[in-house]
């Protein structure tokens, strides 16, 4: 009970149509989803593993969202929307972590073993985003919607873009999960395409000049 009040209450803090506890206890899937693991997660376990897939897959049909019974969830999870969101055998979520709709937690093969991501704690990832791989995403990261991630991503770091490239943020811990702004992200690539694209325009003006002068 403990457990489900933080749940509850974090679903609160960061989702400004949430009106109530109760509201959110009945009528939200990312809590229902929640509650169907654990108890999938523990069959699972002891053993129970057909009985334990039973319960994920009751879930999977009843809320949109597939988390294999073998992944291990942090404290005060919480899955925004939720719809089409997978995450794999041996992903592993921290606590205080936030993901939107469309987001998968996957691996990248048919390898044995730890096979999928492993999120810190206070880790947002936006919607469509696609974490692929046995590697860990530190804490406090933000990963920008439809980014493709295939390798470690460090702590209080922003990826962006296909495949997902990281901008450090030096020095500073951000609360991702309380400032969950998925648009205004910084793409270092198209700063160096606008960079390249004003020195290009700077050239081809100083051309003309000098062919109007008749230097050329």
């Known amino acids: 009970m403990t457990r489900l009040g933080e749940t509850l209450a974090a679903y609160q803090a960061r989702d400004p149509a949430a009106r109530s506890k109760l509201e959110i206890f009945l009528l939200y899937p990312g809590v229902h989803a929640i509650l169907y693991h ?8 002891h053993g129970l593993k057909f009985l334990a897939r039973l319960v994920s897959q009751w879930s999977r049909f009843w809320t949109g969202i ?10 005060r999870f919480v899955i925004d929307h939720g719809m089409g969101i997978v ?7 921290g606590d205080d972590c936030l993901i939107y709709h469309g987001v998968t937690l996957g691996g990248t093969g048919k390898d044995h073993g730890k096979r999928h991501p492993t999120l810190g704690n206070n880790v947002m990832v936006s919607s469509g ?9 530190g804490d406090n990261a933000r990963i920008a919607s439809n980014a493709v991630v295939l ?18 943020i030096a020095g500073e811990k951000v609360d991702y999960t309380t400032s969950v702004d998925q648009i205004h992200i910084t793409d270092p690539v198209q700063k160096e395409l606008q960079a390249l694209s004003s ?16 230097n050329l």
């Open 87 to 93: 995450i794999g055998e041996t992903a592993e979520v």
């Open 66 to 75: 597939e988390i294999h019974p073998g992944a291990k969830i942090g404290r």
């Open 129 to 137: 985003a696609k974490v692929l791989g046995p590697f860990t995403v």
């Open 199 to 214: 020195r290009l325009e700077f050239i081809e003006m100083l051309l003309d000049e000098q062919s109007r002068q008749g």
């Open 151 to 168: 390798k470690e991503i460090p702590p209080n770091a922003t990826a962006v873009g296909v495949p997902a490239r990281v901008v450090r």
């Open 38 to 45: 654990r108890l999938a997660h523990f069959l699972y376990c």
